[in-house]
């Protein structure tokens, strides 16, 4: 069984980027998180960076009203926050705007200029206090992951987030399955391409075979390794709703085939594609 079993189990979570920025938006946006969780995708992924805060406060509110232990919150500290004792301090000010004592899940955002030894140390000083439950990474290469599993504690680190989607399979070659074979859960974010995959016309076949969306396509390929949780972001409650009933299609070999010929896997390694 898998040491991330928290994490996978809810196969989807809620993305948060650009949630927080404007005051107008904030209803729509708590009301869509609440949409989500209401539907058993208790898994909420935001950042210290979003909106400076305001995606962490735009969480907080949405999260309020529900049982703690039920929710699978994530969040992270930026690179230029990741020493030794600001990593810790980032971590206090995000709690306080989520409006919660733990953190499940806090990564690095990506690869800091701070020495990543003293970031881990500060992740696992954070577990000692139960500040977090478990920490991990984002935007690590194969490489970079090494460099992390070199570290002591660094085989702590349970997760590694980064841009995965139809569009971008790059993470096929080697990650993945480094990663599997190292039990490290794979967050796939912008899923959907930040909204390019739902226009593309080339997956409307295999949606309507599903009586589908293209977005739910998406979605259901990524969630087809059980390793591998995406986070699609939506600030509208029907899309919210139409990214959760993704979890219920199972694409067959056919369909697999069909995308492999519209979006290739890739034939040799490829540097990491961020957003
Ligand atoms: P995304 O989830 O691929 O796409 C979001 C866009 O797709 C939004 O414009 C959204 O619009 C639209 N959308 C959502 N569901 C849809 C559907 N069913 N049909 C049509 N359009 C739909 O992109 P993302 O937000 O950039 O990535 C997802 C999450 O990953 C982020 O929110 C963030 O939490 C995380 N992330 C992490 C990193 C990192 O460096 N670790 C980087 C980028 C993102 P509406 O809101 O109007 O529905």
Redesign the pocket.
Known sequence: MSRNQALLAPRLGL????MGSSPGERNAEVAALRAGIEMGVNLI??AEMYASGGAEEVTGEAISHYDRESLYIVT?VLPSNASREGTIQACEASLKRLGIDQVDLYLL??VSSYPLAGTVEAFETLAERGLIKSWGV??FDVYEMQDLYRLDAGGNCGVN?VYY?LGQRGVEFDLLPWQVEHDVATMA???????RL?KDMRLLSIAEKHRA?I?QIGLAYLMQNPSVVP??????VS?VK??ANARSIRLDKEDLDQLDAIYPPPERAMPLF??
């Not at 993305?15 to 650009?18: D, H, L, P």
């Not at 974010?189 to 909204?195: R, S, T």
């Not at 986070?231 to 509208?236: F, G, T």
């Open positions: 993305g948060t980027w650009k992924d935001t992270k955002h990506w984002s935007n987030q989607s974010y912008c899923p959907l391409d930040k909204g739902p969306t977005a986070i699609p972001k939506s600030s509208n899309r139409e990214n961020t957003s």
